[in-house]
């Protein structure tokens, strides 16, 4: 048996200020910082012993998870930092306050955009030369829908977590709204048609338990 915990990261600046972010890099408000620590309190009173930690290349989820270690007196487990982590890309909607993308599209095209797994915002003329991802030889997308982050996640998946897993090792993932939603998609089975009414709310740790094939014999959520 072993046990897999994700969680999204605390409220962010632009969680607050209602703002389309992706790739950007915003740090947390001071909201999300006490919902970090109170995640880390919850999940210390489980008791569950982690072996790793994996995060994304953004601030919001390195912070988050340097908390929540804090408070689980872990920090010193191993931490995996993976671009494949990183919040979907929402190309030119990036920086856009999401209520007047609303009232200029119409609450369809709106929730296409957002919540469904196919669909891809309006992408971006040119890609950003990041030197964290340049470096790694890593093109920045000019913008992604959840299937495409699906499909960048579902790598890092098999080869970082889930062999980790299947050696009984607890492993702990702190990431982004809808990385988590493409990973709970695979993990829930969810068709792609039902995937836009799953929500990850900000800083609520969410438990899977396995058995020794990799397969869900229990999930909660840490409240």
Do not use: C
């Amino acid at each position: 048996m072993s046990i897999l915990t994700i969680m999204r990261h605390g409220e962010s600046q632009a969680n607050r200020d209602h703002v389309f972010t992706g790739w950007s890099d915003v740090p947390l408000t001071s909201k999300g910082v006490q919902q970090a620590h109170l995640a880390g309190q919850k999940l210390n009173r489980t008791g569950i012993q982690f072996s790793d930690v994996h995060t994304s290349f953004l601030v919001r989820s390195i912070d988050t998870a340097n908390i929540v270690l804090d408070e689980i007196n872990q920090s010193y487990i191993p931490e995996h930092k993976s671009w494949r982590l990183n919040e979907r890309h929402y190309g030119a909607l990036r920086g856009k306050n999401k209520q007047v993308v609303r009232k200029k599209v119409g609450d369809h095209q709106f929730k296409l955009w957002r919540r469904s797994f196919k669909t891809v915002p309006p992408l971006l003329k040119h890609h950003d030369h990041d030197p964290r991802y340049t470096k790694l030889g890593v093109i920045e997308p000019l913008g992604e829908s959840l299937e495409m982050a699906y499909h960048r996640l579902m790598p890092y998946w098999v080869d970082s977590i889930a062999p980790r897993l299947l050696d009984h090792h607890n492993q702990l993932v702190v990431a982004h709204g809808s990385t988590l939603r493409a990973l709970i998609k695979y993990l829930d089975q969810i068709p792609d048609d039902q995937i836009d009414n799953v929500e990850v709310p900000n800083g609520i740790p969410i438990e899977y338990e396995f058995d020794d094939h990799l397969n869900v014999i229990n999930k909660k959520f840490i409240k």
